[in-house]
């Protein structure tokens, strides 16, 4: 009976042990072993490594029990953010404020509830996301319809493909009784625009530039259907350099009101083999009223771009299709 009363305290000290220890797991270091080596076995860092060691040198020896992973609670802590607030000094912008806390103005806009760009001295600002009582709130899709003009060697199916959407519902939309279609034909097309999400396979890199991409890919779609207005900048109507600095703006990107030929000499030139989503897409003699850069939009990869058409509004385009291949002037990606 004793001995069976000893085994089962044992076992208890044992499950208590590990409970404490869930996952804290150990290596144990053989011959030729380094830090590095046993860190990239274990995906941790040399410096995490030492860390968790007490490790104050990279020297290790034979035999050597070495912690590799961090100890973990059977049950995950639960952390709370405290949303940042700064107070507004003389000279400061949305924009200078906003790259200070690495956000975008559209954030700082949107955080604060302004509908302007004025901001008053003393004024106190949220500069960082709201805590939320959950991880992770997935934003929802929205559908945004727009036309699209067909180009040679489209199909329904291909469309349908680029737009996130189906076969069926481009027939429905457009009252087609077959999947005929024909060049120069405008379909009116649905797609589901997640914001923050890029909907094509081009990687949109935060990293690439001082505002943010992925914002600047949500905010032009988002815009889908707006009607052209000559010299409109809000959403309410845009022609193609408005919609440019309006976008950019709300990116994050501090940028001024150009005409398309503005944004071509503020821009650099790159070659169709290093674009990437983001860069300005120009064209030359569209208006027969002048000569030389009189349109452009903004690139999304796989040769389609989104721009402010004085046709269809804001939509988004193929680079391949004639019309722009006959007036295509190059990429080019801002200073």
């Known amino acids: 009976m ?133 991880a992770s709130e997935a934003a929802s899709p929205q559908v945004k319809t727009y036309t699209y003009t067909v180009v ?49 396979n081009n990687a949109v890199n935060d990293d690439q530039a001082d505002y943010s991409m992925t914002k600047l890919v949500s905010t032009a779609k988002s815009l889908i259907g707006v009607p052209y207005l000559y010299a409109g ?4 109507g845009f022609d193609c350099s408005g919609f440019i600095y309006y976008v950019f703006n709300h990116a994050g990107k501090d940028l001024d009101r150009l005409s398309s030929t503005g944004y071509y000499d503020h821009s650099t030139s790159v070659s169709k083999s290093q674009a990437r989503v983001g860069d300005l897409v120009f064209f030359k003699d569209t208006d027969d009223s002048f000569k030389g850069i009189s349109h452009l939009g903004i690139y999304l990869g796989n040769n389609d771009f989104i721009h402010a058409s004085s046709s269809d509004g804001v939509t988004i385009s193929d680079l391949e299709s004639k019309y722009y291949q006959d007036h295509y002037a190059g990429i080019r990606r801002l200073k």
């Open 2 to 134: 004793k001995k069976k009363v000893a085994s089962l305290a044992a076992v208890v000290l044992l499950s208590s042990a590990i409970a404490s220890n869930a996952y804290a797991a150990t290596y144990t270091v053989k011959k030729g072993d380094t830090l590095s080596k046993i860190a990239n076995k274990y995906h941790i860092s040399i410096k995490d490594l030492k860390s968790l060691n007490h490790l104050k040198s990279d020297v290790i020896r034979i035999n050597q029990k070495l912690t590799v992973t961090k100890p973990t609670t059977s049950k995950k802590a639960a952390t709370t953010t405290k949303q940042k607030t700064y107070k507004v000094k003389k000279g400061d912008s949305l924009s200078k404020i906003a790259k200070t806390y690495k956000v975008t103005v559209a954030q700082l806009k949107s955080w604060n509830k302004l509908k302007s760009d004025v901001i008053k001295v003393g004024q106190t600002l949220k500069v960082s996301k709201p805590a939320s009582s959950t």
């Open 152 to 200: 040679s060697g489209d199909t329904l199916g291909a469309i349908a493909q680029k737009s996130n959407t189906s076969v069926q519902k481009l027939k429905e939309l457009n009252n087609l009784k077959s999947d005929l279609i024909y060049v120069g034909q405008k379909l009116k097309v649905t797609s589901q625009i997640k914001a923050g999400n890029d909907d094509n």
């Open 233 to 236: 900048t809000t959403s309410k």
